[in-house]
């Protein structure tokens, strides 16, 4: 199982930014991916950006050229640079993790963490 701590989160106007990270119990690079989810009041989660540890990433149309997913591999921590950010933005972001062995896929979760955009 990982073990993930997510933060930086908070309170932000529409066109601010915020940077979230991710602390992962271990190394990034025994991960086969990780990214960030986010889930609003009333919806389902969704994918905002994914990366492989084949170098792919994968971003949601509604953030491109909006949001950066990135690593710090000495730290074990994984971030997510938001910027322009709108009020639809608003939501709980979950760092995720993805570890697969054998037949076995598992995924692990962090426990959120609130971001708000005011209009």
């Known amino acids: 199982q990982v073990h993930l701590v997510e933060s930086g989160g908070g309170l932000v106007q529409t066109g601010g930014s915020l940077r979230l990270s991710c602390a992962v119990s271990?190394?990034?690079?025994?991960?086969?991916?990780m990214g960030w989810y986010r889930q609003a009041p009333g919806k389902q989660r969704e994918l905002v950006a994914t990366?492989?540890?084949?170098?792919?990433?994968n971003y949601a149309d509604s953030v491109k050229g909006r949001f950066t997913i990135s690593r710090d591999n000495a730290k074990n921590t994984v971030y997510l640079q938001m910027n322009s950010l709108k009020p639809e933005d608003t939501a709980v972001y979950y760092c995720?993790?993805?570890?697969?062995?054998?037949?076995?896929?598992?995924?692990?979760w962090g426990q959120g963490t609130q971001v708000t955009v005011s209009s």
């Open positions: 271990r190394s990034i690079f025994s991960l086969n991916a």
């Open positions: 995720n993790a993805v570890s697969v062995r054998g037949a076995v896929t598992l995924n692990s």
């Open positions: 990366f492989t540890n084949g170098g792919s990433t």
